[in-house]
Structures are given as structure tokens and as C-alpha cells.
């Protein structure tokens, strides 16, 4: 079991619009059964720390690419995508084996 987490670095005052938006398309891969559960987090500036960032997290079996074979994407989620990208300074993705 994997934990996968996409980092989004935002450009300055937009960290909450980036957070309601990848949500939105975390629930959408849900709903196509494509994705497990999500949880977004994000600091827009009112918290100590590193600001003007989002982060979409959720597990997965298997690490797959979204672009395999025979896996639809659907078009709901990329035009959130697109909405996103000129949000965004920069973004990465992590990772992690789960513990059981």
C-alpha cells in the first residue's frame, strides 16, 4: 500500500483556489474509481511554516500511470487541471510505502 502525495507550490493568494480545485478533481478520480479517498491540506499564509502551498494526498495498491493503457481519464478532471496550472508555481509528487 502506497501513500501518494502531489505538492502544489502556489503563486502568492491563490493557495485556498488551488486547494478547492485539486479537491474537486481528487473527487472527481474518486467518483470514476479511479482514486481512493482525499485529503487536501494547504497554507495560504496565515500559518508558521512554508506558505503558498497545497497538498492532495491519498493511497493506492499499485502506483500507476494515469496515462496506462485502457485507463479513461475523465474530462471533468482535466478541465479542473487546466484551471489549476496558471495558479501554480511549480509541483511534485511523493512516494511513500505504507507500514501494514
Same mark, same amino acid.
Given at each position: 500500500?502506497?501513500?501518494?502525495?502531489?505538492?502544489?507550490?502556489?503563486?502568492? @493568494?491563490?493557495?485556498?483556489?488551488?486547494?478547492?480545485?485539486?479537491?474537486?478533481? @481528487?473527487?472527481?478520480?474518486?467518483?470514476?474509481?479511479?482514486?481512493?479517498?482525499?485529503?487536501?491540506?494547504?497554507? @495560504?499564509?496565515?500559518?508558521?511554516?512554508?506558505?503558498?502551498?497545497?497538498?492532495?494526498?491519498?493511497?493506492?495498491?499499485?502506483?500507476?500511470?494515469?496515462?496506462?493503457?485502457?485507463?479513461?481519464?475523465?474530462?471533468?478532471?482535466?478541465?479542473? @487541471?487546466?484551471?489549476?496550472?496558471?495558479?501554480?508555481?511549480?509541483?511534485?509528487?511523493?512516494?511513500?510505502?505504507?507500514?501494514?
Amino acid at each position: 500500500m502506497y501513500l501518494i502525495r502531489r505538492i502544489f507550490n502556489t503563486k502568492p @493568494g491563490e493557495a485556498r483556489k488551488v486547494a478547492e480545485l485539486v479537491k474537486r478533481q @481528487g473527487e472527481i478520480y474518486r467518483d470514476a474509481g479511479q482514486r481512493s479517498e482525499i485529503t487536501v491540506s494547504y497554507n @495560504g499564509a496565515t500559518l508558521p511554516g512554508e506558505q503558498n502551498v497545497v497538498v492532495l494526498q491519498w493511497t493506492a495498491e499499485a502506483i500507476e500511470s494515469p496515462s496506462r493503457p485502457n485507463n479513461p481519464l475523465p474530462p471533468e478532471a482535466l478541465e479542473v @487541471g487546466a484551471q489549476v496550472r496558471p495558479l501554480i508555481e511549480s509541483q511534485r509528487i511523493e512516494f511513500m510505502e505504507l507500514l501494514t
